[in-house]
């Protein structure tokens, strides 16, 4: 092992052991069993600002409580565990969904300590079911956080049935190359993605872009 690797190590453990945090002790066993460049990305200060930022609007406008919350473009699975880990949620169980297969190994490590609540599935989004929303229940919840990677947006849009929860993320960051459905502001963002009940719109400057949230029924 590297010196450096030693020092990040030393730090994360015993950032894990003051904390006494779950979500650090299971960031650091990914970050070691894994050598997944992109890691770093998944877990910097925007990601981590943004999925925070979330989590506030489901805790706040959402009303805390939900059954099952599907994660699309969950990625690594960084999401899923923040909100499987924050103490103001109650949440049935996550489904982190990815058309990435390197994605759900690396999800599962990351959300090792809530057992049976995670699974990880390889799906592409624009064929993934998805069931009406059950009445009587806890409400479940579609998340979609990479909106701005959809090149056919209306057709995911469109699959999404009336009156399914949805938190919704997108951003203006269109100098990357991946995004290839950035939306200019939230106004853009709320005729793209039109919501019959709108709990909470906002946005949030970050140094290179802004992004967009609306949780909400379709
Ligand atoms: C790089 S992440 C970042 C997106 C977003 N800004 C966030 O923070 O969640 C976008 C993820 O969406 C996934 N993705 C893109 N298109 C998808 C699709 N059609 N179905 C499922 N996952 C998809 C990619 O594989 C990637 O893991």
Request: aromatic residues 10%.
């Amino acid at each position: 092992m590297h010196d450096a690797e030693e020092r990040y190590r030393d730090i994360l453990e015993g950032l894990a052991v003051y904390f006494a945090s779950p979500f650090v002790a299971d960031v650091l066993a990914t970050a070691s069993r894994f050598a997944e460049p992109d890691l770093g990305g998944a877990l910097n200060r925007n990601q981590i600002t943004s999925k925070l930022w979330l989590a506030d609007a489901l805790a706040g406008a959402g009303g805390g409580r939900f059954g099952t919350v599907t994660v699309l473009g969950g990625w690594f699975g960084v999401l899923a565990a923040i909100l499987l880990a924050d103490r103001r949620l109650a949440i049935d169980s996550v489904v982190s969904v990815d058309i990435d297969p390197r994605c759900a190994a690396v999800a599962r490590s990351m959300n090792a300590s809530h057992g049976q609540r995670f699974s990880a599935v390889t799906a592409d989004m624009l064929d993934y079911p998805y069931p009406d929303p059950r009445p009587g229940t806890a409400p479940d919840l579609v998340v979609n956080t990479a909106c701005e990677h959809l090149p056919d947006f209306a057709s995911w849009y469109g699959r999404i049935p009336r009156g399914q929860l949805l938190a919704l993320q997108s951003n203006d960051y269109f100098a990357v190359a991946e995004h290839v459905n950035c939306v200019p502001d939230l106004e853009a963002f709320r005729r793209q993605a039109p919501l019959a009940e709108t709990l909470f719109a906002g946005s949030r400057r970050h140094k290179k872009y802004t992004r967009f949230m609306l949780l909400g029924r379709k």
